[in-house]
């Protein structure tokens, strides 16, 4: 927890995670992102996981980014290891299918439901141009936000 203030429990999207990374070794330009993750590793924000929403960022971090971008597997894997020493876990039924556009995006909402948390922080389209996943959302309190809309919320 940062001095000032309680740090914000939120869900954060594996995309987020990613774009901070490549942000931060200049293949990407994403300072709302990155800042999210800064912000995360500052006690700011604690982010919010499931086993199947961690499993996604580990399997897109090894097997996507650090193939794609010819990151070495210590460098990803500490990554990963500085998320996980900042989150907070719930377990999760994956019963949750109201994303559509992409059922993968399902485990994140039903994060965000299941942790009683009052925000999802997400860039991708599906998330937000679904009325249904935002109904679902609203119904139990998770506002959706994109990155530079949650680091307004920080005290």
């Known amino acids: 927890m940062h001095v ?6 939120a869900v954060v999207d594996t995309d987020i995670f990613v774009r901070a990374l490549l942000h ?3 293949r990407l330009v994403d300072y709302d992102s990155s800042r999210v993750v800064a912000a995360i590793e500052a006690g700011e924000i604690v982010p ?3 086993n199947e929403t961690y499993d996604e ?9 650090a193939v794609e ?4 597997t210590d460098e990803i894997n500490d990554y990963i290891d500085d998320i996980n020493a900042c989150a907070q876990w719930v377990t999760i039924t994956n019963k949750l299918h109201v994303c ?4 993968n995006d399902d485990k994140f909402i039903e994060t965000a439901c299941v942790a009683q948390v009052p925000y999802l922080v997400a860039i991708d389209r599906h998330f937000h141009q679904s009325a249904v996943t935002k ?3 609203k119904r139990d309190s998770v506002e959706l936000l994109y990155p530079a809309d949650i680091l307004k919320r920080i005290p």
């Not at 971008?69 to 070495?72: C, E, V």
């Not at 559509?100 to 059922?103: A, S």
């Open 57 to 65: 960022l580990k399997d897109i971090l090894r097997y996507k980014i």
């Open 100 to 103: 559509v556009e992409d059922p």
């Open 48 to 50: 919010i996981l499931s």
């Open 4 to 9: 000032g203030g309680t740090a914000i429990r």
């Open 135 to 137: 109904a679902h959302l």
């Open 24 to 26: 931060d070794i200049g």
């Open 69 to 72: 971008f010819d990151l070495l």
